[in-house]
């Protein structure tokens, strides 16, 4: 059901994977589109969870409209919108990876939800 709108960094995704299999557990929530389920932080999570195997991954269901939620880019001189992120991620299209950084203006709750739970 998720949908990534950004290419992963294969050696992040491997520190990613450390951090889960030391820890038993993954410590926070990814964080999702509610309306169309594009993956707006947490692409590394998401394929560490795949390399493992897992059927199931914690998120957090956002309403992007809501302008508690903005985005902007890791890269400096390049612009990202709501919209061209949703775009991507509903075409299948890839932006480069950290083309997207998304804040929130809320706390992202640490969850620490157990491997065995999301092996399903």
């Known amino acids: 059901m998720l ?3 950004e290419m992963v960094e294969a050696g ?3 520190e990613v994977l450390e951090w889960i299999l030391r820890d ?3 410590r926070y929530p990814i964080l999702v589109d509610s309306k169309t389920m594009v ?3 947490g692409h590394h999570r998401v394929e560490a969870a795949r390399m493992l195997g897992l059927k199931l991954i914690p998120a957090l269901l956002v309403d992007y409209d809501d302008e508690c939620v903005s985005v902007s880019s890791w890269r400096d001189g ?3 919108s709501k919209d061209m992120v949703r775009l991507y991620g509903l075409k299948g299209l890839l932006m480069p990876p950290k083309t997207s950084r998304h804040r929130v203006c809320f706390e992202i709750p640490e969850v620490r939800v157990p491997l065995e739970v999301l092996r399903g």
Request: proline fraction near 7%.
């Open 24 to 26: 038993g557990f993954i």
């Open 39 to 41: 993956i707006l932080d």
């Open 3 to 5: 949908k990534p709108h």
């Open 12 to 14: 992040r995704v491997l």
């Open 78 to 80: 390049v612009h990202v």
